[in-house]
């Protein structure tokens, strides 16, 4: 059973810029959710998709933008980056009313 | 607003010691509570909690639910280094899909 696989690993980028990261589900889930964790601190939620809809938003501005493909993998955008979204961006795949199982992450730095 | 509170920021112990991780929360529409266990990446899922008072064990980690007095406790008994960890709780409500609450972790560290 392949688990969350995330890319890039890790990434640099610089204010203004904007970034694309994706993430491959764990076989057979259907929901996809994203969080950013900043260091030292708890993850937050950004949103969640399933069925290639998005089923759920937190506290995040619309610059944060996401896909789901029809095969479950997702992909999470973020436009005019800013030096506050330097975090390790997490993704979650679930089924059903079971835990969510992360993936090692991205971890993103803005310059 | 839910909110998840975990308690100590951090614990230092020594092999072989038992320890005991809180985590209070606030949710509207509590559906489970959920401990991860997060060492550089990935948090890795522990426990899921859905009903008051019943133990969940899995070796020497047991984790338990009230959903009176809104907490969740998580005890690791003959401690190894291999526990040094971040220890996360996590809780899912009703509302957003099904999003997960974090509390800021427990840094826990085992000294040998």
């Known amino acids: 059973e392949t688990g969350v696989t995330q890319s890039p690993t890790h990434l640099i980028k610089t204010r203004g810029q904007q970034v694309t990261l994706r993430c491959s589900s764990q076989s057979g889930h259907n929901t996809v959710s994203w969080y950013q964790q900043a260091l030292g601190q708890g993850p937050q939620f950004i949103f969640q998709?399933?069925?290639?809809?998005?089923?759920g938003r937190g506290n995040f501005p619309p610059r944060f933008s996401g896909l789901q493909f029809p095969n479950y993998s997702s992909e999470l955008n973020v436009n005019a980056l800013e030096l506050d979204d330097s975090a390790l961006y997490l993704c979650?795949?679930?089924?059903?009313?079971?835990?969510?199982?992360f993936g090692d992450g991205t971890r993103l730095s803005i310059l | 607003e839910d909110k998840v509170v975990q308690s100590p920021l951090s614990l230092v112990v020594h092999e072989g010691d038992t320890v005991t991780l809180n985590c209070s929360y606030e949710v509207t529409n509590f559906r489970s509570l959920l401990w991860y266990k997060q060492e550089k990446k990935a948090p890795t899922f522990l426990f899921m909690l859905t009903s008051s008072g019943i133990e969940k064990k899995s070796g020497r980690l047991s984790s338990i639910l009230d959903k009176k007095e809104l907490f969740s406790i998580l005890n690791i008994t003959a401690t190894q280094t291999g526990d040094s960890a971040v220890y996360l709780c996590a809780v899912e409500g009703l509302r957003a899909g099904n999003m997960l609450t974090f509390g800021g972790g427990t840094r826990l560290m085992v000294k040998p």
């Open positions: 998709y399933y069925r290639e809809e998005e089923n």
């Open positions: 979650a795949s679930s089924f059903g009313g079971q835990p969510q199982h």
